[in-house]
């Protein structure tokens, strides 16, 4: 496969790259001390923003009592630093413009000395913080994470979406790529949608959402990244926290968790064990109308309701060594265990062209789901020089997933009366990926900085079904609907990044090239594919101060989406009698193309335009079966293009002094051009989604959250969705000297956000009404143990993200 870049993209590229290259900000450095004039170990230290002192970041001291902020933008700001037998101390205000930020040292004071007084701090981190290229959700302090799941904590963030089919989207685009703790989940639409159901808020610290990533990350996900870190204990000696959450709704949902952290000397123990427990409410009603040579044949009508019961244990392990002063190893195993029970009974009438009744029938869908996960991880890091100014890192992964899908498909005819029938299916599937990759750091003369890496990924995929026919007590094996998919897959790529500062324009720029090999085979019939493909994606990034309240940046980047490996995967997973779900082998990666300007002012207000053009862009769709009978499959499909533009504006306020807010509107215009089930697609309309996030101090411990969203009605394709919104609530009290936190929430408070949508090709029109158990109302309780000596942390990434995430389907 080859490319090409759009002509207008090549100009503006290389004219942009003539300048220079450059880091994204200027790095605050100090020190810090006690009254004697030793240095402070694992000190907190936070920057604040001069204008209101919220609190932006928060570092710890290291061995040699400094802090280091990194990439800084332009702006007025204070630190101030804490630990425990000491007074907070601050510095004064200072001003950051283009050059790193040496500051004075900061001299701790005993306890009993004087505090603050002429500045109120804000002790809790703000509901949402904005960087230079990315969201931060801080998902631990707010009383909205109690006993939610990261799904649903992603669904009210700034930007994002999730569709009817558990498909993310950042700002009106789907094509994401979810990473935890640095390694990508493997799984994507309704199984992605699980494993984040399981993975309980409590376990989360936050969650970074990157609209256009630099070439360090891997080439794919055209939308943007979307990266969950996992709570880690930083203290000095044994410490952990153990939380436990009951919330109600249409059924009961119990979460309950412990985490674990043990640090001495060069020795950093961790781990933590999730339990989930949740009963979750589901109703699709759907009308279809069928036409045959534009003339209308008949519909059907459906409603299916019932209950799904997750059962789901999630863990985490692992070692972090100090070899040297200047070098690190670790070890991490992480896992999930998922079990899943469903029963959704289906009620479904067919009508003629003369609106007659057809036929009458019940199902009853009986299914059962097991994914059992486990992965391992080790990595090491090492500076080759006191500074840090030279650094390589390494990860191995080795991950094994399973799924395990049992069905039970009961259909009992009342019109015409014939025998009932039995659709029995056992879907099985492994998935093994083995990962290699290495990342070198150098820094160059003023202010410059080279990085640079490879990556080496194996994955095989096997997957089995077997569906079987139930009549009159005979069992036959269905050769129409059994198959059996190979999928084998080599990855190999290597990038560079450049960073140089020019006076004050800073310019970031990146290539990586990937070589991807892939061979897909259909054990019956002998049917398969296989690809060879080598691709390049450049990516620049830009900012120019314009002056002390105005700063301007633009970021372009090229990405690609392969097909995960069950959206190739042909098998068949039976929704109800008339609906069932397969893959599409025949699926193509998309390409995309993006460009966006950004405007910040006062390092506050943020207004975004963007453009990105991605051809062959995958879209899940409901059409008609090839196979008629008034069926309609759910599959995947290559348009042929899509052209996206957008507007993003950011407007944060404070009211009061105890009431913040937080604000976010994304206008956009997607159109797309395809032509699929012999219906030609050229359409797009203006939309927009507004999300809203208020946070309110409201003394003696107490804090209050309030946020709320609205979604504009939307064009995805071939789909179009009706408006939606939902308003939220929650309380959060501190007690136990801070040790317990107490928090209430209730969520989707007016029930707002159940779905209506419609689809519609020249011969098939399908509309559907869908809720879910989204008004709950949760109680949550959260006790920490352990001293309050801190301790830095370090990062921890793993190599096979990309193929993890890739490793679901639909």
Known sequence: MTFSLPKHVIILFFFLTGSAWAQKGPNVTGLVHDPTGSVVEFATVALHRASDSTVLKTEFSDAAGTYRFPSVPAGQYFVSASQVGFARSQTNAFTVSTSNESLPVIQLKSSSATQLKEVTVQARKPMFEREADRIVVNVDGSPLSAGATSLEILSRSPGITVDQNDNLALRGKQGVLVLIDGKRVPMTGSELADMLRSLPANSVEKIELITNPPAKYDAAGSAGIIAIKLKKDGRQGTNGSLTTSYGYGRYGKFTSGINLNHRHKKTNLFGSYNYNDRNVFTQLILHRDFYQNGQFAGSSDQENQGKTHYKTHTYRAGIDYSVSKRTMAGIVVNGMALDAKASIPNVTKTYDAENQLQSSYTSANNRGLRIPNLAGNVNIKHSFDSTGKRELSADFDLAHYETHRLQNLATTFIVPAISPTILAGDLSGALDITSFKADYVHALPNKGRLEGGIKFSQVHSDNNVLFTNIIDSQSVVDTGKSNHFRYDENINAAYINLNQTFNKLTVQLGFRGEQTTAKGQQVIGNAGFSRNYFQLFPSIFLKQPLSKNHDMSLSLSR?????????????????????????????????????????????????????????????????????????????????????????????????????????????????????????????????????????????????????????????????????????????????????????????????????????EYDNYKESFNQRQDTRVATASFTYRFGNDTLAPTRRRTGGAEEEKRRAGGA
Do not use: C
């Open 559 to 759: 990405r690609i989406d392969r097909p995960t490996y069950n959206q190739l995967n042909p098998f068949r997973a039976y929704i109800d009698a008339t609906t069932y779900f397969t893959g599409n082998p025949a699926l193509f990666p998309q390409l995309s193309y993006n460009v966006e300007l950004t405007h910040t002012f006062k390092q506050k207000f943020i207004t975004s335009v963007s453009y990105s053009r991605t051809d062959q862009p995958i879209i899940d769709v409901v059409q008609p079966a090839p196979d008629g009978n008034r069926q309609a499959v759910s599959t995947f499909q290559n348009l042929t293009r899509s052209d996206y533009y957008g507007l993003t504006l950011t407007v944060p306020a404070q009211p009061a002094n105890w009431w913040t807010m937080d604000n976010n509107l994304v206008a956009y215009y997607q159109q797309f051009v395809g032509n699929l089930a012999g219906t030609s697609l050229n359409t797009g309309i203006p939309a927009y989604s507004i999300n809203t996030a208020n946070t309110f101090t409201l003394g003696n411990g107490w804090t209050a959250d309030v946020t709320g969203n609205y979604r504009s009605r939307q064009l995805y394709g071939f789909l179009d969705i009706r408006p939606l919104g939902q308003l939220n609530i929650g309380l959060q009290k501190t007690m136990l000297n801070k040790k317990g936190t107490l928090k209430v929430n209730v969520t989707d408070i007016f029930y707002t956000s159940p779905l209506h949508a419609t689809s």
